[in-house]
């Protein structure tokens, strides 16, 4: 080689560099062969990162069945409004008012609970129907006001940003209403278990049925789809894709009922329980298996609904044809108007469950239940790859979002990292997840 | 504010076979004093194309939005085969058979080709669920007729090229079998391939019996395609023409003096150098 070659070859860094992006250049090609969403992709990938990272600095202490478990259940309340979220911004809407929604809804339901079952209607505490009661209360007041907001931006013309802060001030201030502003506590004995903890989950054996059920139905899903394309004589995806992609997630629920069944009852709880019973307390421990949480299991499907909704209702189709190009769903003969109003009632139902579950957790319900969750909820949705332009957004991928946010909580927990701190990385986390995914955006044409 | 006058189903008239298939008597509409449309009478027949020309301004969108439903007329009655037809949205016009073909196109970018086809008249399966391989395979069908070249189904029609989103649009109105067609600018955005393309097209729904409304700015297309041709200027209607009586040197003159063909003077055409 003479001296004027080696100078041409570019140093070997950079070859190594341009190994590394013509690789990364090609992953999107593989995956859209495969038709895989790329952005739900990368955020599997950014959340493993995430994952691993955490488990590594704090030595092994993030993978722990008891973190995943209590990682699952603080995803859920977030979870599950962010899956409503998402139709909001989908339809170029914004809702401000979730947070404070779900502690009036949260505050209604406690009083039902407490005062006006037990004490109003003098039908006394702990009903077996109380619960059902509190919970139907709760479900539709959250439609009535969700739909109200809706008919003031549908039909009042007032934008939902103006609307939707202002129901962020008028809920709130409505809990005051209730008993001066006391804590009620404590709740309905049955109505806690929708907070979860050991009692409120579904168990082993359960935990495996309900796996088994999702993994039968991942597999039906793919046969019937490959059936359905084949008949018409499309192209369906190669074979490799279709056993790994499903492989793969047949594989992701059967590993999470592990996970959720690893984690067992505490010891105290445990040897309690094992007291009331008269159940002899085997050597090292009475080992009873948690099982999947019923707030995981309520944003399961919660998940599985709103997705069927979005992309198999037409009600969901109208709601992306909106936030695409609002004169062109008016002109195609779409009631925009009635849309809007069905969006936020939904958003208003999702409410009224994650304020269940968030009462039901802490046992009460306080003036402060669900202060500033709106920004989780469009934190979540945006992370999750919704777009604020309209018509952008999935709500599995919004779920992962919830997930990653509280990743980050809980590991920066785990490394006692202190409150205001995680505020700070969760704020950056937010802008360069949403810059990124905006480049990419544009990168992509 | 409706155009609407006898419900539609009064029973058809004896002399309904020779009734034209739309005619728009007397329609006015105005925007905040401004006459954008101001006592329009226009017709069509089965198997006709009818020219609508004029300059910017001159109120033949809003006149078609009319009829598309996208606009409500102040006053005046539109007759569909000779009966007043009640048109108060779009989705009114379209159980009339009225299809438009905006010049936006009115494409939501973010859906595929099938969703923006079926846009507000999804196909459902019995449970209600979005039957997207059926709408998938029925845009196939309707594609391959305008445009064999068109793959492209399941990219969002944001990424497709000007003249695919056309085919798009025409398609939803070929699919939905339009009986009355209107046209705003179609082949503005296209190059000449393409333009070619949708004359084809406007040919072959004609010899199919469908009237067709024809929006454009090229005098070309127009003398091309059309039969009649009615110029507008400033809200009215100056003459409706037959193609073979005029020359497109007298179209222009309307369109641009708002004068008949006869009574604009010699000066006046000097001027604008016809």
């Given at each position: ?91 170029r809407n914004i809702d401000l008012s979730v947070g404070s929604l779900l502690g009036f809804l949260g505050y209604t339901m406690a009083m039902v609970q407490i005062e006006w079952i037990p004490r109003a209607l003098g039908l006394g505490f702990d009903q077996p129907y109380t619960w059902l009661v509190a919970l139907v209360v709760g ?20 934008p939902s940003f103006i609307v939707t802060l202002g129901g962020l001030l008028v809920f709130r201030g409505l809990i005051f209403s209730y008993a001066q502003g006391q804590t009620m506590a404590p709740l309905d004995g049955i109505f806690r278990l929708l907070g979860g903890g050991p009692e409120g989950s579904l168990g082993e054996t ?29 192209q369906v995806r190669p074979m490799w894709a279709e056993i790994a992609l499903n492989g793969f997630a047949i594989a992701a629920v059967l590993g999470a009922v592990w996970v959720a069944n690893a984690y067992s009852w505490p010891e105290a709880l445990a040897a309690q329980f094992a007291e009331e019973r008269g159940i002899p307390i ?164 | ?274």
């Amino acid at each position: 080689m003479t001296g004027a070659e080696a100078q041409l070859q570019p140093p070997a860094y950079q070859r190594v560099l341009g190994a590394i992006r013509e690789f990364l250049r090609r992953i999107p090609v593989a995956l859209r062969r495969a038709e895989i969403d790329t952005r739900l992709f990368g955020m599997l990938v950014a959340l493993a990162i995430i994952w691993v990272g955490f488990n590594v600095v704090s030595d092994g202490g993030f993978l722990t069945a008891r973190n995943l478990w209590n990682l699952s259940v603080q995803s859920a309340s977030i979870g599950i409004m962010a899956t409503g979220m998402v139709l909001v911004i989908v339809s170029r809407n914004i809702d401000l008012s979730v947070g404070s929604l779900l502690g009036f809804l949260g505050y209604t339901m406690a009083m039902v609970q407490i005062e006006w079952i037990p004490r109003a209607l003098g039908l006394g505490f702990d009903q077996p129907y109380t619960w059902l009661v509190a919970l139907v209360v709760g479900l539709v007041l959250g439609a009535t006001l969700g739909a109200i907001t809706g008919l003031i931006i549908g039909y009042g013309g007032v934008p939902s940003f103006i609307v939707t802060l202002g129901g962020l001030l008028v809920f709130r201030g409505l809990i005051f209403s209730y008993a001066q502003g006391q804590t009620m506590a404590p709740l309905d004995g049955i109505f806690r278990l929708l907070g979860g903890g050991p009692e409120g989950s579904l168990g082993e054996t359960l935990s495996w049925a309900v796996g088994v059920v999702i993994a039968v139905a991942i597999v039906i899903n793919a046969v019937r789809s490959r059936r359905r394309k084949r008949h018409y004589g499309f192209q369906v995806r190669p074979m490799w894709a279709e056993i790994a992609l499903n492989g793969f997630a047949i594989a992701a629920v059967l590993g999470a009922v592990w996970v959720a069944n690893a984690y067992s009852w505490p010891e105290a709880l445990a040897a309690q329980f094992a007291e009331e019973r008269g159940i002899p307390i085997p050597p090292g421990g009475l080992i009873i298996p948690t099982g999947i949480a019923y707030p995981v299991l309520i944003l399961l499907a919660v998940t599985i609904v709103m997705t069927y909704v979005a992309t198999r209702r037409r009600f969901g189709r109208n709601v992306y044809a909106m936030g695409g190009n609002p004169e062109a769903a008016r002109l195609g003969g779409i009631n925009t108007r009635k849309t809007i109003v069905t969006i936020f009632a939904v958003m208003g139902v999702l409410c009224a469950i994650s304020a269940a579950v968030q009462t039901a957790r802490l046992n009460a319900a306080v003036t402060g239940l669900g202060g500033q969750n709106e920004l989780d909820v469009i934190s979540a949705a945006v992370i999750g790859g919704t777009s604020f332009a309209g018509g952008i957004g999935s709500i599995p991928g919004a779920v992962l979002g919830a997930v990653v946010m509280q990743s980050l909580r809980s590991g920066m927990l785990l490394l006692n990292v202190d409150s205001p701190t995680q505020d700070i990385i969760v704020g950056f986390v937010l802008v360069i997840a949403v810059g990124l995914d905006a480049y990419l955006r544009r990168r992509a044409g | 504010m409706t155009v609407e006058i006898l419900p539609p189903s009064t029973p058809p008239s004896p002399a309904a076979p020779r009734a034209p298939l739309v005619d728009m008597r007397d329609i006015r509409v105005s925007f905040g004093g401004v006459h954008a449309v101001d006592g329009v009478n226009i017709d069509l027949h089965e198997g006709e194309v009818v020219g609508l020309v004029g300059g910017n301004g001159a109120g033949k969108s809003t006149l078609m939005k009319v009829l598309s439903g996208a606009q409500s007329a102040d006053a005046g009655e539109i007759h569909i085969r000779g009966e007043v037809a009640s048109i108060s949205s779009p989705r009114d016009a379209k159980t009339y058979g009225i299809e438009c073909i905006y010049q936006t196109l009115a494409l939501a970018d973010n859906l595929d080709c099938p969703a923006n086809i079926f846009l507000g008249r999804e196909l459902v399966s019995r449970v209600g669920s979005l039957d997207d391989d059926a709408m998938e395979a029925a845009s196939r069908t309707v594609l391959n007729r305008l445009n064999p070249n068109f793959k492209n189904f399941a990219a969002p029609v944001v990424s497709l090229s000007g003249g695919q989103r056309q085919a798009v649009a025409i398609g939803r109105a070929i699919h939905f079998e339009a009986k009355i067609l209107i046209m705003d600018e179609p082949t503005a955005a296209l190059g000449p391939a393409e333009t070619a393309q949708v004359r084809d097209v406007i040919k072959q729904l004609k010899e199919e019996g469908i009237g067709i409304f024809l929006i454009s700015h090229d005098i070309h297309d127009v003398f091309d395609l059309a039969d009649r041709i009615s110029v507008m200027y400033h809200g009215r209607i100056v003459d409706t023409v037959e193609k073979g009586s005029v020359t497109t040197d007298e179209v222009l003159a309307m369109i641009i003096l708002g004068k008949k063909a006869a009574e604009a003077s010699r000066e006046e055409l000097a001027e604008i150098q016809i």
